[in-house]
């Protein structure tokens, strides 16, 4: 190699986060600020053997081949393994000897990633932690600090479990005071704690019994004062400590809400792009932090960030904040104006038979553009389909303020996305669905998928309340007729429509299906021709060569339209597919009983029997629709307690029973409960659903399978109305409630009976691959193997980690 201009080293890099560390410096050096020429990256391990397996795993990684990073490919950067154990002084000696030689001009970026964290709490524990985490990584900053040339980074991979929050007031004092003054002052705490340790007295002296953690604040501490050293040169360097967040590695024994690939993104971004010359910073998810943080005030707030699920939005970071946003604001433009879609029709003087057309033929167009795109989605991009959605609502809502003609506004309707009855049809439920379930890992899951459904059915009421408000408030102005003020919430529908573009703008690569699995996916369907796949290929052993195969463009190019389309459905597995037609036929018959008694027949019910005033009826279905919100919140927490299933089928039942007898009670009050009790409950089921599928499915299917789904809840939902109104008109309302209770009870019990065994805490949708084939469930015995352990220790109390045991 010519000599390099960039040079980087990496401790502890043979597998894990270090790894994705260096793997991530290769793929986002080609466009970062540093780019200048020949990239030298030195893997390093305290194997040999370790190292040099890592360094052959990452030349042959399939997204280092196809974007041509490596030297060997064509790129320009190469990674080369360099034997350091960071718990030996001479080992990091002869590293920093051999780097002055080979690179008298210095390094780039230095990133001490290395770290242990032991089972166990004893001095023993304690100093062997300390030797690694604390005093390795001190050593090596210090030895390869003086190495970096100007404008150089250093990043320490520390921990929230760092944080002082766990202290006594005098020693968070002591930590604070001592990362203001020098290095020593933070090794006399960590003498003080190990001493304490060995008396058995940390917690008199005002320490957690965590050697991981205080390793780990210690980590941190020094790396403030030395960069606070540091900047007195006017070197530029910049030195930063961070947490990678909860990440599945060995560490966390496979627990975690992030990948490896997500962990390294924010030491990636501190070595190599734009920070604006922020130095002495602790950072999580891209973002500089609090190092310190108070208790007695924000305890409250902990806790419900933590047992409500916010922490797991937060690690899944900025895109789990716009998926949830964008929905909102959709369900928002899409509670203003479906409301008012009839009613618009009306004011222009169509007939009932075109307003019935124009509402079937808009749901049948929403519900099958939306299949269509999202089956396409992950082939073609999921944010591109995304932002081509958002273009049609904006499309459809310009057309809706703009003209009156019934064929124009049927077609916009049709070919567009609007809207009839509020839900949320079209492509994107299942694409968001789909990118949150790949941005987080099993704990996360169900949390943040609960928040997605909670604030969309927030977005939903808040624009149904909105578009009354605003009609009323424009019909009191001068001049302004019923009609100006419909076109005035399209053109607010329009609004929504460039705000979810422009937050589908913001999404960032990671809500892709990565390239490897969608290469893997098309492998699957295309070479062989058949949905048959090997087992064995499925579960991992035997990879195909993607060398040898046509790339996804090529194929793409010489496949017809119509069989991309068709691939995706195709490409859904028979493991999968065995245990989706049962969950889909149970899925079908719940749907059919919302169908036949949907809110709005619910409340038509209760004026035609009990009459009481609008207002009361408005205020009821404000109070049910707020509780359905509320309550959806509680299903992360509790599917993290009882699981996934439980959640799904004993928040439902009382909600069916509800619906069950709701046809009995002959004064409002009693109906009035049976009404807030179903719909309170209602929504808990639809996070773990989602979560659900997310885990029974392979990766690359779970955007097909998802909208076919949604699909499939539709045009059942769509037959029970039809039901309902031939009992209604013989006034027989009560039978409707009792069979729609008797179908969703029938889906409570089935769904317990089918999968209350089924084993979902695996993580990623490998559970069903590595089993193969799942049509004789019960001879199969699935594999029981424990969830993972949350972690090495109680003594590694990383926050994020701590919240999840
Ligand atoms: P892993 O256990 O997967 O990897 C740790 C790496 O450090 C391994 O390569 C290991 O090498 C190496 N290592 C350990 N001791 C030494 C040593 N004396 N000299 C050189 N290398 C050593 O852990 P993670 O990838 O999860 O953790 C990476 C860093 O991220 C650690 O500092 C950890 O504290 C931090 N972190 C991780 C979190 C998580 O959720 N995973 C959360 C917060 C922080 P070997 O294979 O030889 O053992």
Redesign the pocket.
């Known amino acids: 190699m010519t000599s390099p201009a960039r040079v980087a080293a990496v401790?502890?890099?043979?597998?894990?986060?270090?790894?994705a560390i260096v793997r991530n410096l290769a793929l986002q050096y080609p466009k970062s600020p540093l780019h200048s020429g020949p990239f030298l990256i030195y893997l390093?391990?305290?194997?040999a053997e370790?190292g040099a397996e890592a360094v052959q795993a990452l030349n042959d990684d399939a997204q280092l081949k196809q974007a041509k990073v490596l030297a060997r490919d064509g790129g320009n950067t190469t990674i080369t393994f360099r034997e350091?154990?960071?718990?030996?002084t001479e080992?990091i000696q002869d590293f920093s000897a051999f780097l002055k030689q080979q690179h008298p001009n210095g390094l780039d970026i230095v990133i001490n990633?290395?770290?242990?964290?032991l089972q166990g709490f004893d001095a023993k524990v304690v100093q062997e932690t300390l030797k690694?985490?604390y005093y390795?990584t001190l050593e090596a900053t210090q030895d390869l600090l003086p190495l970096l040339k100007n404008g150089g980074r250093l990043v320490n991979?520390?921990?929230?479990?760092g944080q002082l929050n766990k202290y006594s007031e005098e020693i968070r004092n002591a930590f604070l005071q001592a990362s203001k003054t020098d290095v020593a002052a933070v090794t006399t705490l960590m003498e003080k704690f190990h001493a304490a340790v060995a008396e058995g007295k940390e917690k008199e002296a005002g320490f957690p019994s965590a050697a991981?953690a205080v390793s780990?604040a210690g980590e941190t501490a020094y790396t403030k004062v030395i960069a606070m050293e540091e900047a007195k040169r006017n070197r530029g360097v910049l030195i930063n400590a961070c947490?990678?967040?909860?990440?599945?590695?060995?560490?966390?024994k496979g627990g975690?809400a992030?990948t490896?690939d997500q962990?390294a993104q924010t030491p990636v971004m501190l070595a190599l792009h734009d920070i604006g010359g922020r130095t002495g910073g602790f950072w999580q998810s891209e973002r500089e932090i609090e190092w310190m943080v108070t208790t007695a005030l924000t305890k409250p707030f902990r806790w419900f960030y933590k047992e409500f699920g916010l922490v797991s939005i937060h690690e899944t970071g900025r895109n789990a904040y716009l998926i949830i946003l964008a929905r909102a604001c959709r369900m928002f433009a899409y509670g203003t104006t479906s409301l008012i879609l009839a009613l618009f029709f009306a004011e222009l003087q169509f007939s009932d038979f075109r307003i019935g057309l124009f509402m079937t033929l808009t749901l049948l167009g929403d519900v099958l553009l939306g299949l269509l795109l999202t089956l396409i989605a992950d082939r073609f991009g999921r944010r591109k389909i995304l932002f081509f959605g958002s273009f049609l609502m904006v499309l459809s809502g310009a057309a809706f303020a703009i003209f009156e003609n019934f064929w124009v506004l049927l077609a916009a309707a049709v070919v567009g996305v609007v809207s009839a009855t509020g839900g949320d049809f079209g492509p994107f439920r299942a694409i968001e669905e789909s990118v949150l379930a790949q941005l987080t890992g099993r704990e996360a899951r169900a949390d943040v998928l609960a928040w997605y459904v909670t604030l969309s059915t927030v977005g939903s009421a808040g624009g149904s309340e909105a578009s009354g408000r605003i009609v009323n408030a424009l019909l009191e102005r001068e001049g302004w007729t019923l009609v100006d003020v419909y076109l005035a919430l399209f053109w607010l529908f329009t609004v929504m429509g460039f705000v979810n573009a422009a937050l589908v703008l913001l999404l960032t690569e990671a809500c892709e299906l990565p390239r490897a699995e969608a290469e893997y996916a098309q492998v699957a369907q295309d070479e062989r021709g058949s949905v048959e796949l090997d087992e064995h290929n499925r579960g991992g052993v035997v990879q195909p060569s993607l060398n040898s195969l046509p790339s996804s463009q090529e194929r793409d190019a010489t496949n017809p339209w119509w069989r991309k389309l068709t691939s995706s459905f195709s490409a859904i597995s028979p493991p999968t597919r065995s245990v989706m037609y049962k969950l889909w036929t149970l899925l079908a018959i719940d749907s059919i009983a919302d169908g036949m008694v949907p809110y709005s027949l619910t409340n038509y019910y209760i004026d035609h029997t009990f009459h009481p005033s609008v207002a009361f009826l408005g205020d009821i279905t404000s109070a049910a629709y707020f509780l359905g919100a509320i309550s959806a919140v509680f299903a992360g927490p509790l599917a993290r307690k009882i699981g996934l299933i439980h959640t799904m089928v004993f928040t439902h039942i009382p909600s069916s029973a509800a619906v069950l007898v709701f046809g009995l009670p002959t004064n409002l009050v009693m109906v009035v409960m049976l009404l807030l009790v179903r719909a309170g409950l209602n929504n808990m089921d639809q996070a773990p659903r989602s979560a659900f599928i997310a885990a029974v499915v392979q990766p690359e299917e779970r955007t097909a399978v998802m909208g076919i789904t949604n699909l499939l809840r539709t045009l059942a939902a769509m037959t029970g109305p039809s039901v309902t109104g031939v009992l209604a008109g013989s006034n027989k309302f009560w039978v409707a409630f009792f069979v729609a209770g008797s179908f969703r009870l029938a889906y409570d019990v089935g769904l317990w009976g089918m999968f209350r065994n089924l084993e979902v805490d695996r993580d990623e949708g490998a559970l069903l691959a590595q089993h193969g084939r799942l049509e004789d469930e019960e001879t199969h015995e699935l594999d029981r193997r424990p969830a993972p352990l949350s972690l090495a220790s109680d003594d590694f109390v990383?926050d994020?980690?701590s919240s999840k045991k």
């Open positions: 401790t502890g890099a043979n597998k894990g986060i270090g790894l390093t391990a305290r194997s370790r350091l154990d960071i718990s030996r080992s990633n290395a770290g242990i964290a690694t985490n390795g991979v520390s921990s929230m479990a991981y780990k947490c990678p967040g909860y990440v599945k590695t060995d560490m966390t975690g992030k490896p962990g990383d994020s980690v």
